[in-house]
C-alpha cells in the first residue's frame, strides 16, 4: 500500500537552533501534502497544506516564518523550524494525498524536543 | 467544516465486536465519512470511508444512518492491537476546495483488555 516516510522520527536540539523535518511519498506522487501537530493528550491540529511548485497555505495562528515548509518534488515536502523554542515541543505529523478520492496517507510522526 | 461527536472513550474485551459511534448532524451533500485510527506514538492509520452506503474491508465495517447524520464504525473481533485513539472525520469530495484537510475532533480512546 500506499506509504509516507517521515525522518526523522525524534529529535532533540537546543533553543535557538533550526530543525529540518522531511516528509516522502515513497510509491506515489504527492501534489499536495499536510503538516500537523500534536500535544500531548490533545488531538492533531493542522499547521499548513503544503503544495508542489508553490507557497504554502497556513492556518490561522501558524507563523509562516517560524514554520517554513517547502514542497519541490511531487515526493518530498520539508517542514523547517526554525529558531526553535521549548513550546515548539511536539509532534510533528505529515500526510499526502495521493489520488482523487484516496484516503490520506500519514508519516509515522516527528518527535521534537527543544531543550 | 462539519463538526463530529464521538464519546471520549470506550472499552472492550478482547475477540469481542466493537461499535464506535459517531454523530455528525451537520454533514453536507457532499461529504464523505472517514474514520481513522492512531496508535501510541504514531501518525493516524486510515481505516475505512463511506458516503451513504454500509462498507465493509479487512480492518472494519462502516454502519451509515439513513439520514447520513451519524455512523458506527464495527469492529468484529477486537484485538489488543485495535487499542487506538479513533477519529471520525468528515472529509469534502474531491470537488471540493477543501479536499484533503482534514480536521480531527478529539477521538475516541479504545481500551481493550485482555
Known amino acids: 500500500g500506499a506509504v509516507v516516510s517521515q525522518h526523522p522520527s525524534w529529535v532533540i536540539c537546543k533553543s535557538g537552533t533550526s530543525v529540518k523535518i522531511e516528509c516522502r511519498s515513497l510509491?506515489?506522487?504527492?501534489?499536495?501534502m499536510f503538516w500537523y501537530r500534536q500535544f500531548p493528550k490533545q488531538s492533531l491540529m493542522l499547521m499548513a497544506t503544503?503544495?508542489?511548485?508553490?507557497?504554502?497555505?497556513?492556518e490561522q495562528g501558524v507563523e509562516k516564518d517560524k514554520f517554513l515548509i517547502n514542497h519541490a518534488s511531487l515526493t518530498l515536502s520539508t517542514l523547517t523550524v526554525t529558531s526553535a523554542h521549548p513550546e515548539d515541543s511536539s509532534f510533528y505529523i505529515c500526510?499526502?494525498?495521493?489520488?482523487?478520492?484516496?484516503?490520506?496517507?500519514f508519516g509515522n510522526g516527528t518527535r521534537l524536543t527543544v531543550t | 467544516d462539519a463538526k463530529t461527536t464521538q464519546p471520549n472513550s470506550m472499552e472492550s474485551n478482547e475477540e469481542e465486536p466493537v461499535h464506535l459511534p459517531c454523530n455528525h448532524s451537520?454533514?453536507?451533500?457532499?461529504?464523505?465519512i472517514h474514520w481513522y485510527r492512531q496508535l501510541p506514538s504514531q501518525g493516524p492509520e486510515y481505516v475505512i470511508h463511506?458516503?451513504?452506503s454500509n462498507v465493509n474491508n479487512r480492518m472494519a465495517s462502516l454502519a451509515i444512518a439513513e439520514d447520513r447524520k451519524s455512523s458506527t464504525l464495527i469492529l468484529h473481533r477486537a484485538t489488543l492491537r485495535d487499542a487506538a485513539v479513533y477519529y471520525c472525520?468528515?472529509?469534502?469530495?474531491?470537488?471540493?476546495?477543501?479536499?484533503?484537510?482534514?480536521?480531527f475532533g478529539q477521538g475516541t480512546i479504545l481500551t481493550v483488555h485482555p
Open positions: 451537520t454533514i453536507s451533500g457532499t461529504d464523505y
Open positions: 472525520i468528515l472529509r469534502a469530495n474531491a470537488g471540493g476546495t477543501s479536499y484533503g484537510k482534514l480536521t
Open positions: 463511506g458516503l451513504t
Open positions: 510509491d506515489f506522487q504527492a501534489t499536495t
Open positions: 500526510s499526502a494525498k495521493g489520488t482523487s478520492g484516496s484516503p490520506l496517507h
Open positions: 503544503s503544495n508542489e511548485g508553490s507557497k504554502a497555505t497556513y
